[in-house]
C-alpha cells in the first residue's frame, strides 16, 4: 500500500505539476512583451460606442444617453439591440454596424481604438462636431474552458487583455489528473480554425504562444491524463483512493515524529 503511495507522489513529482519552469532563469532579466493582445471587433460582437462634446446639442444626432444607438436612432432592434438601459451596436457577418447619420460603417478587423478614431475624423472632417471624442467598447469578451479543469464552462470578462493562465485561474485551476503539458487553445481567424498548444510547464511554451493572449470566443481545452479520461474508471479510482492514503500515511508519521520528539 505505502508502494502504491509512493508510486503516486512520484507521477505527481513537481516536475509534473509545477507551472512555468524555467521562469526565474529566462526572464531573470526584464523581456519586452512581443504578443499583441488588442482585440479586434469580429462579427457577432456587440460594440458600445459613446460620442462627446463639448456642446451638447452637436452630438444628439450621434448619442442616446451616454452611448449611441437608442429609441431615437431609427435603427432596427436586429441591428440595435437595447437591455437594461445600455445600447449596443450589433456587428453583422460581414464586421459592418448601422451607425446614425453615417450609415452602414466597416468595423470588422479594427481594434477599438481604429474604430473610435474613424469615427471621430468623420465627425470632424464632416463638419459635425469639430472637438468629438469617440469611445468604443467590446462588450461580448467570452471565452470557454473545458477539459479538466475544476469549473469548466464559458467565461465573460470586461476589458481587452484576457491570458489563458487567467482563464485557467478563473476556472478553478487544474485537476492534478490534468495533462499540463497539452492544453490548447482553439481560435477562429478571417473564416479559419487554428490551434495552439502550450505547455504550461515550460514558461516560454507559455509565454511566446500566440494564444497565450485570448480573444473573443477562443475555447481553452485542457486535456485529461490517459490514466483518468473516464472518470469512474478503475484507474481513476486508484488514483484517488491513492492519494487520500499517502496524505493519510504522512499524517501518521508526522504524529508519530512529534510524539516521539
Do not use: H, W
Not at 442616446?64 to 431609427?74: A, H, K, V
Not at 470566443?217 to 472518470?231: C, M
Amino acid at each position: 500500500m505505502i508502494f502504491v503511495g509512493f508510486l503516486v507522489s512520484s507521477c505527481l513529482s513537481d516536475k509534473k505539476i509545477v507551472y512555468l519552469q524555467g521562469a526565474e532563469a529566462t526572464y531573470k532579466q526584464a523581456t519586452d512583451i512581443q504578443q499583441v493582445y488588442e482585440l479586434v471587433v469580429q462579427p457577432d460582437d456587440q460594440l458600445a460606442i459613446s460620442v462627446s462634446s463639448k456642446t451638447k446639442e452637436l452630438i444628439e444626432p450621434f448619442n442616446t444617453n451616454t452611448l449611441i444607438g437608442g429609441g431615437n436612432s431609427g435603427y432596427s432592434a436586429s441591428t440595435v439591440n437595447v437591455q437594461s438601459g445600455v445600447t449596443y451596436f450589433q456587428v453583422d457577418k460581414e464586421g459592418n454596424i448601422e451607425f446614425p447619420v453615417f450609415g452602414t460603417l466597416k468595423v470588422g478587423g479594427m481594434t477599438c481604438k481604429a474604430v473610435s478614431e474613424m469615427i471621430r475624423k468623420r465627425l470632424v472632417e464632416g463638419n459635425y462636431i469639430n472637438d468629438a471624442v469617440v469611445n468604443t467598447k467590446i462588450m461580448s469578451f467570452k471565452v470557454t474552458v473545458l477539459g479538466d479543469v475544476k469549473t469548466p464552462g464559458v467565461q465573460n470578462f470586461e476589458g481587452e487583455r484576457l491570458t489563458v493562465l487567467e482563464a485557467i485561474g478563473k476556472a478553478g485551476d487544474l485537476n492534478n489528473s490534468a495533462k499540463r503539458n497539452d492544453v490548447l487553445v482553439i481560435r477562429e481567424e478571417d473564416g479559419k480554425r487554428v490551434t495552439y498548444q502550450m505547455n504550461l510547464l515550460d514558461a516560454e511554451s507559455v509565454f511566446s504562444s500566440p494564444g497565450y493572449y485570448l480573444q473573443q470566443n477562443d475555447v481553452v481545452y485542457v486535456q485529461p491524463n490517459k490514466s483518468v479520461r473516464v472518470k469512474g474508471s478503475t484507474s481513476y479510482t486508484l488514483l484517488s483512493v491513492s492519494s487520500t492514503l499517502v496524505s493519510m500515511v504522512v499524517s501518521i508519521v508526522s504524529l508519530i515524529i512529534s510524539l516521539n520528539n
